[in-house]
């Protein structure tokens, strides 16, 4: 449901109307940059069997050093077997990635 629809069928506080004078925010995109950070953190975090966010450097400095010319980044990190996250081994992850949504 869009939220026009739903503020359409309920009472509207206000809000409805305030977030229409927002400007909108571009759309998220890939960036090589923090890719290749996160791929070498991940790798890192891997060989050490580490967890954590500031194991060696901050997010952001890791990810200028991979060549990122932004201000801010983040990251999340997760330690797994691959039967945790692979759609053949998990039938609920996998029914979740064959889902219409």
């Given amino acids: 449901m869009r939220l026009k629809d739903y503020v359409e069928r309920s009472v509207d506080n206000g809000s409805y109307q305030f977030l229409k004078t927002l400007t909108p925010l571009l ?8 890719n290749l950070s996160a791929s070498n953190y991940a790798s890192y975090l891997a060989e050490k069997n580490l967890m954590g ?9 890791r990810a200028i050093r991979a060549g990122y010319r932004g201000v801010y980044t983040g990251e999340n990190t997760v330690a797994a077997s691959e039967e945790n996250f692979n759609p053949v081994f998990n039938p609920n992850l996998r029914q979740s990635v064959l889902s219409d949504y």
């Fill in 27 to 34: 759309a998220i995109s890939f960036n090589p940059s923090n």
């Fill in 53 to 61: 966010h500031n194991e060696d450097e901050t997010p952001l400095i």
